[in-house]
């Protein structure tokens, strides 16, 4: 059974940073794209950043250029979301998810879904 598990979401203000973790398990994801989408309420999901195998990355929304960073460690199977400089604009949940082709949409696998609240 393939399950992304993610952890490090919180309640911070602004200007505070978080990381969180995102842990794969049930297969071998050589090969696949892992990346990070949010959800903030009352708004569509929207791609954060992605990172391949060889740990080239993917980017995203031009919101969080310079302040998040994405990196994976694939002998553990942990992909992970640095975010700096949060600010309330960043308050969603956050999602793991991976792909074998970027082509497809919806992603292959996704996780549950971590709550990150930035206050003002």
């Known amino acids: 059974q393939v399950q992304l598990v993610e952890s490090g979401g919180g309640l911070v203000q602004a200007g505070d940073s978080l990381r969180l973790s995102c842990a794969a398990s049930g297969r071998s994801f050589f090969g696949y794209v892992m990346g990070w989408f949010r959800q903030a309420p009352g708004k569509e999901r929207e791609f954060v950043l992605g990172?391949?195998?060889?740990?080239?990355?993917?980017d995203g929304t031009d919101s969080v250029k310079g302040r998040f960073t994405i990196s994976r460690d694939n002998a553990k199977n942990m992909v992970y979301l640095q975010m700096n400089s949060l600010k309330p604009d960043d308050t969603a949940v956050y999602y793991c998810?991976?792909?074998?082709?970027?082509?497809?949409?919806?992603?292959?696998?996704w996780g549950q879904g971590t709550q990150v609240t930035v206050s003002s």
């Open positions: 998810a991976a792909t074998i082709s970027l082509r497809k949409d919806p992603w292959d696998y």
């Open positions: 990172v391949y195998w060889g740990g080239g990355v993917i």
